[in-house]
């Protein structure tokens, strides 16, 4: 997809908005931030605002986090607003302001946003992260390290620290380029990607411990009640990183996670190795992602929904059999 124009988009824009998807992780934070510094400077006449869910704390350490607004509320019109990281239907409060703005902007790489939402798209699937492909729209001159240390953080995140499949030559090429401008990339990851709290690390214990191989070993899945959620005082942010250590049992190719969040319904976070497209399955319940990480919300009991993914991955695994044999 052609590259847009992004400082000649907001150009005469007297009021920005950006946003992301709710439950911001680490790309959307990271990628929203760096557009947020990077508009401020480019465009000093400008007023910009971020509007996110409120993050974990973790990214404290990225600039203008202090700037994050959760209340959602703008006076008068809104000339340009950016959606990154999602389409539309993701950007919870947020999403009024971007159906009423005069210019909606989309960047993305999402497979299941592949067309856009906006007046004026650019959409990746095959890039990384969102971040990554904002950092390729910047002009050089008005990036600085806070800005390339945002850009940084995007991408780790979503590349599980350049470990995934979506990590490309020009993704480490980019990652090159960014740590130099001198920020401490090594505590960058030990502080918002390894680091856990104690009750993390007890609900993880719980997760591996509690986890259930089936489907002959190719499959795994553990769940967290919302009692225990309580007990440990827990949140979703807290949860973060389950799936993807439950993917790394050997002989595993897709991994399901699930925090129960109300009555009968769970948020399930989907991971695979090789030859499952989770952005499939993930979209047949309302949902959607990458095709190697996904995720949906469904209802029903543990059971009911375990029963649901796995004959879908179940039936891709078996087309995958048959174009093989």
């Known amino acids: 997809m052609e590259k847009i124009q992004l400082l000649e988009e907001c150009r005469d824009a007297k009021k920005i908005i950006i946003s992301g998807h709710v439950r911001p992780d680490g790309d959307c ?71 009423s703005a005069k210019k909606r902007i989309n960047i993305d790489h999402h497979v299941s946003n592949a067309r856009g939402s906006g007046d004026i798209n650019y959409v990746v699937p095959g890039c990384s992260s969102t971040a990554e492909l904002v950092y390729g729209l910047f002009e050089k001159e008005y990036v600085d390290a806070d800005i390339a240390k945002a850009i940084y953080i995007g991408m780790v995140h979503d590349t599980g620290v350049f470990s995934y499949s979506n990590t490309s030559p020009a993704t480490l090429r980019t990652a090159a380029e960014l740590i130099e401008y001198g920020f401490d990339f090594p505590a960058v990851i030990d502080k918002t990607f390894s680091e856990k709290t104690y009750a993390q690390n007890q609900l993880l214990g719980r997760a591996l411990l509690e986890s259930i191989i089936f489907m002959g070993g190719r499959c795994i899945v553990s769940a967290i009640d919302k009692k225990t959620l309580d007990f440990y005082n827990a949140t979703s942010k807290d949860l973060e990183g389950i799936v993807s250590l439950l993917r790394t049992t050997k002989g595993v190719e897709c991994a399901i996670f699930m925090y129960e969040t109300g009555n009968l319904e769970y948020k399930v976070s989907l991971r695979s190795c090789k030859y499952v497209d989770v952005s499939k399955i993930a979209a047949l319940f309302g949902g959607g992602g990458h095709v190697r990480a996904a995720g949906c919300t469904i209802n029903g009991t543990f059971h009911d929904a375990v029963n649901n993914i796995s004959k879908q991955i179940e039936f891709q695994l078996k087309q995958c059999e048959d174009m093989n044999a």
């Open 29 to 99: 934070v990271g990628s929203c931030l760096a557009m947020y510094l990077y508009l401020k400077k480019a465009l000093p006449q400008a007023q910009v605002k971020v509007f996110l869910e409120e993050p974990s704390e973790v990214f404290a350490c990225i600039a203008g986090y202090d700037a994050i607004d959760s209340s959602y509320t703008v006076d008068g019109e809104v000339d340009v607003f950016l959606a990154l990281d999602c389409e539309k239907t993701r950007l919870g409060e947020a999403e009024e302001l971007f159906a």
